[in-house]
């Protein structure tokens, strides 16, 4: 059965459109797939089609499905490769093996299935398919979402010694050799006087935890954090990370 697909029409992909943070050219951006809503089940399909075509009780269509489904599983569980009129399902595995084919190490073997559109599919994706950026993100999406007081539970508000808790994104404090903690996390003062923060605790991409210094004067602040931190990689140039104001006093 064929798509019923206009040849003219074209289809949107939202996406979020991201600084790439491992290279200096600004215009070389990375883009992210939005994904709004859950994964759709044979059940979606289901009541869509019963919903579109009222021969089809929905019953019957989700039974059916699943019927087709179990079979071909059966058929890559037994390395037979399986097409749809959309799709091409190939059976892979990936390793390192000895002349007998037997695998050098058998907890780094990986068994999975390959799957790529076929016929009409394939030609409506390289040709009916455009981008439609809903969202842009900056510093690769490395945030402050907020700074917590774990004494009081307050959001950007604590006193001297209390001690908070930064959270965010790609947040962790690391230097430009991949050091654990050999960033800088900061106050910096309305009159841009900075007080570095000798010791942290809690050190992750999402949260970092220190006392607020005891000999600090009391007025606004802001959390600052610079590190080379983009997650399995290292940024080529610090980045550098603020957080909203907070009340010291």
């Known amino acids: 059965m064929p798509l019923n697909i206009k040849s003219a029409e074209t289809f949107a992909w939202p996406v979020v459109l991201q600084d790439n943070p491992l290279t200096e050219d600004k215009n070389d951006r990375m883009v992210t797939l939005l994904k ?6 044979v059940t979606n399909l289901a009541t869509d089609i019963a919903r579109e075509r009222t021969e089809y009780r929905e019953e019957t269509l989700t039974n059916t499905a699943s019927l087709i489904e179990q079979k071909m599983v059966e058929f890559l569980l037994s390395g037979e490769s ?7 399902y190939e059976p892979s595995i990936q390793g390192v093996f000895n002349s007998k084919g037997e695998p050098v190490d058998p907890a780094k073997v990986k068994f999975s299935i390959n799957v790529a559109p076929i016929g009409e599919l394939r030609k409506i994706l390289a040709n009916q398919i455009k981008l439609n950026v809903v969202k842009t993100q900056t ?10 007081n774990l004494y009081t539970g307050e959001e950007n508000i604590a006193g001297r010694t209390d001690l908070v808790a930064v959270e965010g ?10 050091e654990d903690k050999g960033g800088e996390v900061s106050l910096v003062s309305e009159l841009e006087v900075k007080t570095v ?13 220190f006392m607020i210094p005891e000999d600090l004067a009391e007025g606004q602040y802001r959390v600052q954090i610079e590190t080379y931190y983009a997650g399995s990689d290292l940024l080529k140039n610090v980045r550098v990370i603020t957080s909203e104001a907070i009340t010291i006093g």
């Open 82 to 88: 399986y097409s749809s009129e959309f799709f091409h």
């Open 139 to 148: 510093l690769g999406g490395a945030a402050i979402s907020r700074v917590l």
């Open 197 to 209: 923060i000798e010791k942290l605790g809690d050190n992750t991409p999402t949260r970092i935890t």
């Open 169 to 178: 994104t790609k947040i962790k404090s690391v230097g430009p050799n991949g």
């Open 36 to 41: 709004n809503n859950a994964t759709k089940t």
